[in-house]
């Protein structure tokens, strides 16, 4: 059996040990003009755990804090924090940054709340456009633990960073109360996350991760807020009890997402870089997305989305990760389906069943299509909106996910 890393007890997610951890900068470029992380080299066992695509918050408010509840995948050691500031215009300051395990609501497991440094420093601005790596934290973080990490900005100014639709209740305080472990003062309740892109862990050597590349339905629209019941996630608990070496799922959905225009964030092709192969110990993009293309009046031609998938497929390819390919759902019911989009669909498919391009096919158009009309969801998947699959939709995605594909490893 493949050796993973063994799971420990929720209350020791964060144990401390002894040592200073020494930091350097580095650089990593990314599509974005400008986009540059800082902090101590990741290292070769590094594998992402946790991620969220950044995009465009609204204005920021200076002396504001926030206790953001996130879901790990993988398990192992010396977790770090990448802070974003992509979508700023100025840089940010934070000046106090913790990270502990959640016991319900804003309160934290006793004992568990622990500061976080960045390059060896409490504070650390990041620059406009860029982001910034923590220090690795010592002590051991176990798979599927709901990680807190609050941070404080005594400057934000300007266009926030962060990621809209959480489907998980995060917090916010006025004034600094990171290093509190009680609930008391995070009165405002949020369903996003600020300013907080990725979360990894240092694993055993050989150990991977699933990038998830897609929109809404990725995002998790129509599951079960607070429940982790986003396809990637059920996907994470299959991989979490597999004799697979991939173990981390990083999810990069954003509602409203395009592989070639922007809309709800950055398009596909230009947030690859920095969303998916900018993150530690991907080993596979998992691309599901085009349906946003598609049913857009007007909506991209076949061959345009389709010359839109191959770049992403060669770009994956250059930096080593294998690709993955989903094909696209079915949506008649929903406002903007038309025949016309529809014949879009099933040529891209098509495209998507046949082609070379890829390294391997999860055909979620079959899983979710109703045998009786293929051109709408099976109902029992269905959220209601004909789009959108409801919780067991999304566990019949993933279940529908061949792990083997996944690791490739020597391929």
């Known amino acids: 059996m ?4 063994a799971r420990a007890g929720r209350l020791g997610a964060l144990l401390l040990l002894a040592g200073a951890v020494q930091a350097t900068p580095v650089h990593a470029s990314a599509d ?34 926030y206790r953001l509840v996130v879901h790990t995948s993988a398990a192992g050691r010396d977790m770090r924090i990448r802070l974003s500031n992509a979508f700023g215009d100025r840089p940010v300051t934070f000046d106090s940054v913790y990270a502990g395990v959640q016991k319900q609501g804003a309160e934290l497991v006793h004992g568990s709340n622990r500061p976080l440094t960045f390059d060896g420093a409490r504070s650390v601005t990041v620059p406009a456009g860029g982001a910034t790596l923590s220090d690795p934290l010592p002590g051991r973080l176990p798979a599927a633990t709901n990680l807190v990490v609050s941070i404080h900005s005594p400057d934000a100014a300007g266009p926030a960073t962060g990621h809209w639709m959480a489907m998980q209740t995060s917090y916010a305080a006025q004034g600094d109360h990171t290093s509190e472990e009680g609930g008391e003062p995070w009165t405002e309740v949020l369903g996003s996350w600020f300013y907080l892109d990725a979360v990894s862990v240092r694993t055993l050597a050989g150990t991977g991760a699933v990038a998830t590349l897609g929109d809404s339905i990725t995002d998790g629209w129509a599951s079960s807020s607070d429940l982790n019941r986003r396809w990637p996630d059920y996907l994470a608990r299959r991989l979490q009890s597999a004799d697979t ?8 959905g954003i509602s409203g997402n395009k592989v070639l225009a922007d809309g709800g964030g950055p398009s596909a092709l230009k947030r690859l870089q920095r969303d998916v192969l ?13 349906v946003n293309d598609i049913k857009a009046h007007p909506g991209a031609t076949a061959q345009d989305l389709i010359a839109g998938y191959r770049q992403i497929a060669e770009r994956a390819h250059a930096a080593g990760k294998c690709v993955v390919a989903a094909t696209v759902g079915p949506y008649k019911g929903w406002s903007e389906w038309d025949a016309a989009g529809e014949k879009v669909r099933q040529d891209v498919n098509q495209f998507i069943r046949t082609s ?9 158009d079959h899983i979710l299509r109703s045998p009786y009309d293929p051109e709408r969801m099976l109902p029992a998947l269905d959220s209601g909106d004909h789009l959108h699959p409801d919780d067991k939709g999304m566990q019949a995605m993933a279940d529908a996910v061949d792990l083997k594909s996944l690791d490739c490893a020597g391929r």
């Open 245 to 252: 070496d991939v173990q981390g799922v990083a999810n990069e």
């Open 278 to 290: 900018s993150q530690p110990g991907v080993r596979t993009v998992f691309l599901f997305e085009g």
């Open 2 to 5: 493949t050796a993973r890393i």
């Open 356 to 364: 070379a391009d890829f390294d391997a096919v999860t055909d979620l």
């Open 32 to 65: 974005q003009p400008g986009f540059v992380v800082t902090g101590a080299p990741v290292d070769r066992r590094d594998v992402v755990t946790w991620a969220a695509s950044a995009d465009r918050m609204g204005e920021a408010v200076a002396g504001r804090a």
